[in-house]
């Protein structure tokens, strides 16, 4: 059963390739890890460029076999933010390379695999996700350090982010840095919902299984395993609703004033 509530945080549904810009620079083939992906490539709005091999996001990373570290090595990966609860990273703990500087942020994840065992009762996944895409009372304490050890990366290095599936928690993660960069927001939409796509024949395999493991209907399984466009913009109205604005969040609780953004900026962006 545990084995079973770890496995469904990885169970995404399929979305259209139309979705997956530079999908095939984009992917970085791991044998044991999925989701694995590159944040470069993506325009910003002012005519920039996210910088290719400097932030990556993913799943988990606790199977990733010797031809998988030979990749961080030579992508120089040695910084890993990891968005798990404590018993999750425990279950499961990070291959890492030698002298990595790992830093787990469980705000808001410690309770997770006791609340996926209650959901026998959910009736709406759609609904359910919509309100757990709207809790930002953790994303201080989750996001916050992200954005310090982003700020801090040095140049010859890159940093990885996951969680468990890199859905939910990584998908929220990846939205603020792209916003940050100044990425549009069609385009950062996209990169959330291509989760879809790279978990696409895991979910098939899984689904079916954990809904009768956990008690749920498949629909509500294929709700809560999927990156809908609605649970995004669920964060962003639920920030906007109680700061005014994302750029006034940012701000005040993730450190990344303008002098911060612009730093942020001159690290991760070149000229398209």
């Known amino acids: 059963m545990k084995k079973l509530i770890i496995a469904f945080a990885l169970c995404i549904p399929f979305a259209s390739m139309a979705q997956i810009a530079d999908s095939s620079q984009r992917k970085v083939k791991l044998q044991g890890a999925i989701n694995f992906r590159d944040l470069g490539g993506y325009k910003t709005q002012d005519g920039h460029m996210v910088k290719w091999s400097r932030v990556y996001r993913s799943a988990a990373i606790n199977h990733l076999t010797d031809a998988d570290m030979m990749v961080f090595s030579k992508r120089q990966i040695k910084t890993v933010i990891d968005f798990r609860g404590t018993q999750e990273s425990a279950i499961a703990e990070d291959r890492l390379l030698p002298n990595s500087d790992y830093i787990l942020c469980p705000a808001g994840s410690e309770h997770t695999l006791d609340w996926m065992k209650s959901l026998s009762t959910v009736k709406s996944g759609d609904s359910l996700m919509q309100t757990f895409y709207s809790q930002t009372d953790a994303f201080t304490d989750r996001y916050r350090p992200f954005f310090q050890k982003l700020l801090a990366l040095p140049d010859s290095s890159a940093l990885l982010f996951h969680c468990t599936a890199g859905k939910d928690r990584t998908g929220i993660g990846a939205a603020l840095f792209l916003y940050a960069l100044g990425v549009p927001f069609s385009t950062i939409m996209q990169d959330y919902e291509a989760t879809n796509y790279y978990r696409a024949q895991e979910n098939e395999k899984m689904t079916q299984g954990m809904a009768q493991q956990m008690h749920i209907s498949e ?26 604005s994302v750029d006034k969040f940012m701000s005040e609780e993730l450190g990344m004033n303008a002098a911060n953004i612009q730093k942020l900026r001159d690290k991760y962006l070149q000229k398209a």
């Not at 649970?231 to 962003?236: H, N, R």
């Open 219 to 244: 629909q509500v399984a294929k709700d809560m395993a999927s990156a809908k466009a609605n649970y995004l913009q669920a964060t962003f109205d639920a920030i906007t609703k109680k700061y005014g």
